[in-house]
Nanobody, 121 residues
Framework: QVQLVESGGGLVQAGGSLRLSCAASGITFSIINMGWYRQPPGKERELVATISRVRLANYADSVKGRFTISRDNAKNTVFLQMNSLKPEDTAVYYC???????????????WGQGTQVTVSS
């Protein structure tokens, strides 16, 4: 049974930082692609960042230069370091995993339960 458990969300002022973690189980972590998506209030879920099994990272234009995705295969964990946070980053952040490519949210195989990130102005 696949489980993705996020942690690290919270309330932060604009300009601040947060680090999200996602602990995975029930998958072969070293060969699966991992990613973070977010769903702002009243909007559709959107891709934030992905990291492939060979650690190739990709980012949404809106977070490039501010967010960094990384993975620790020994701990079956993926991270999202978020710096210079803006109010528009406020959303529920979801960890995602797929042995195939990570693209539109509707195509993703496995999801975490989500963690709230709120950035105050």
């Amino acid at each position: 049974q696949v489980q993705l458990v996020e942690s690290g969300g919270g309330l932060v002022q604009a300009g601040g930082s947060l680090r999200l973690s996602c602990a995975a189980s029930g998958i072969t972590f070293s060969i699966i692609n991992m990613g973070w998506y977010r769903q702002p209030p009243g909007k559709e879920r959107e891709l934030v960042a992905t990291i492939s099994r060979v650690r190739l990272a990709n980012y949404a234009d809106s977070v490039k230069g501010r967010f960094t995705i990384s993975r620790d295969n020994a701990k079956n964990t993926v991270f999202l370091q978020m710096n210079s946070l803006k109010p528009e980053d406020t959303a529920v952040y979801y960890c995602a995993a797929d042995y195939g490519g990570l693209g539109p949210w509707s195509s993703v195989s496995h999801w975490g339960q989500g963690t709230q990130v709120t950035v105050s102005s």
